[in-house]
């Protein structure tokens, strides 16, 4: 069996799939930092014929599908396998394998870091050193004192990997935690299962957590903002289109919540570098990287070669393969 891998991956599991594989070629697309695209693919797999394929931003369209039938699996390194036609895979009967939480520790890990400069007013403390205004008379104390994150409450939509992962990092912080996630089976022990509204209504910090697709997109509206606190903060490192980015626009702007933390927006990137929010001083953006770490490579990696070992002995098939109808995403 051939494998073609356009992932990045580590030297241990590309080891590891030497074991059932009896070629791989290793080309992982962050060596020339192209993306292929539809035409590219189907002559890629048409050239090199592989059995297997592992990818996580090139383009699967049922136009590849179509063109080159000898794929018995599609590896994406992906959470949510948004550069491929999912439908099509399924139709064609090509499993798809996910990784789900493989950058979970890094939204986490930046989630709590931005969280807490936000609560602490840290970005604006360093912009008024940088201006040189700490001289005699100035009280810095008193001009950006913040608040703690310790007990307060937060609330998830959306309780996948990601919300997860930040969940055990705010173990020691003592905060009451509240979820809205209708396709979870079990329980969060610790947690507690509300409803979207009483997540906007009650919580002081309100973080979204959702995948992209028809049933997501703008379900944060306007409606659900208006029930936010006054004090309350909201967070979206997800995806852009599944908040009315408008509505959160004019509640910011009017000031009747305290801020915003978004990471991601409608057009990446926005058009002429300006997003809707620049002109807010109640926002932290950053440029969609909170998943941005190398360690990353090494846990989408692990995450891959587990599953398609698992895939190859036909264990657990219905864990491993994804889902399209899974909602709520692991984002
Ligand atoms: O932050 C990221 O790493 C990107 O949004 C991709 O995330 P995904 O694995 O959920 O597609």
Same mark, same amino acid.
């Not at 060596?31 to 996580?56: A, N, Q, S, V």
């Not at 379900?219 to 979206?236: Q, R, T």
């Not at 289109?241 to 702007?253: E, H, Q, S, T």
């Given at each position: 069996?051939?494998?073609?891998?356009?992932?990045?991956?580590?030297?241990?599991?590309?080891?590891?799939?030497? +074991?059932?594989?009896?070629?791989?070629?290793?080309?992982?697309?962050?060596?020339?930092?192209?993306?292929?695209?539809?035409?590219?693919?189907?002559?890629?797999?048409?050239?090199?014929?592989?059995?297997?394929?592992?990818?996580?931003?090139?383009?699967?369209?049922?136009?590849?599908?179509? =063109?080159?039938?000898?794929?018995?699996?599609?590896?994406?390194?992906?959470?949510?396998?948004?550069?491929?036609?999912?439908?099509?895979?399924?139709?064609?009967?090509?499993?798809?394998?996910?990784?789900? +939480?493989?950058n979970?520790q890094a939204v986490?890990e930046l989630?709590?870091?931005?969280?807490?400069?936000?609560?602490?007013?840290?970005?604006?403390?360093?912009?008024?050193?940088?201006?040189?205004?700490?001289?005699?008379?100035?009280?810095?104390?008193?001009?950006?004192? +913040?608040?703690?994150?310790?007990?307060?409450?937060? @609330?998830?939509?959306?309780?996948?990997?990601?919300?997860?992962?930040?969940?055990?990092?705010?173990?020691?912080?003592?905060?009451?935690?509240?979820?809205? $996630?209708?396709?979870?089976?079990?329980?969060?022990?610790?947690?507690?299962?509300?409803?979207?509204?009483?997540?906007?209504?009650?919580? *002081?910090?309100?973080?979204?957590?959702?995948?992209?697709? *028809? =049933?997501?997109?703008?379900?944060?509206?306007?409606?659900?903002?208006?029930?936010?606190?006054? $004090?309350?903060?909201?967070?979206?490192?997800?995806?852009? =289109?599944?908040?009315?980015?408008?509505?959160?626009?004019?509640?910011? $702007? *009017?000031?009747?919540?305290? +801020?915003?933390?978004?990471?991601?927006?409608?057009?990446?990137?926005?058009?002429? @570098?300006?997003?809707?929010?620049?002109?807010?001083?109640?926002?932290?953006?950053?440029?969609?990287?909170y998943g941005?770490t190398?360690?990353v490579?090494?846990?989408?990696?692990?995450?891959?070669?587990?599953?398609?070992?698992?895939?190859?002995? @036909?264990?657990?098939?219905?864990?491993?393969?994804?889902?399209?109808?899974?909602?709520?995403?692991?984002?």
């Amino acid at each position: 069996m051939k494998l073609l891998v356009r992932a990045p991956m580590v030297e241990r599991d590309l080891n590891r799939l030497k +074991g059932v594989f009896s070629e791989i070629i290793y080309n992982p697309w962050t060596i020339t930092g192209e993306r292929y695209y539809e035409d590219e693919m189907i002559e890629l797999l048409t050239r090199e014929k592989p059995d297997g394929l592992i990818i996580e931003l090139d383009e699967i369209t049922e136009k590849v599908i179509r =063109n080159y039938k000898g794929l018995k699996f599609i590896g994406d390194c992906r959470a949510t396998p948004e550069n491929i036609d999912v439908k099509s895979c399924s139709a064609y009967g090509i499993p798809l394998l996910t990784t789900p +939480g493989r950058n979970a520790q890094a939204v986490a890990e930046l989630w709590l870091s931005t969280v807490i400069m936000f609560l602490r007013n840290v970005l604006a403390s360093m912009k008024w050193m940088e201006e040189e205004n700490w001289i005699d008379g100035t009280t810095p104390y008193y001009l950006f004192r +913040g608040n703690e994150l310790y007990e307060k409450h937060v @609330g998830f939509i959306g309780m996948g990997a990601v919300p997860r992962a930040i969940f055990k990092l705010l173990k020691p912080f003592n905060c009451k935690v509240s979820y809205y $996630d209708p396709y979870l089976k079990n329980e969060i022990e610790g947690a507690e299962k509300v409803s979207l509204e009483e997540i906007f209504k009650n919580c *002081e910090i309100v973080s979204v957590h959702l995948p992209s697709n *028809e =049933n997501t997109r703008e379900m944060i509206d306007e409606k659900l903002l208006n029930l936010m606190k006054e $004090d309350a903060i909201f967070i979206n490192s997800s995806r852009s =289109n599944v908040v009315d980015n408008k509505k959160l626009y004019r509640v910011l $702007d *009017e000031r009747k919540i305290r +801020g915003a933390i978004i990471d991601v927006f409608d057009v990446e990137p926005p058009i002429g @570098g300006k997003t809707i929010f620049d002109n807010l001083d109640n926002v932290i953006l950053t440029p969609h990287i909170y998943g941005a770490t190398f360690e990353v490579v090494n846990h989408q990696s692990k995450i891959i070669t587990d599953k398609i070992l698992k895939f190859i002995d @036909g264990e657990n098939l219905e864990e491993i393969i994804f889902n399209s109808d899974i909602l709520t995403g692991e984002s």
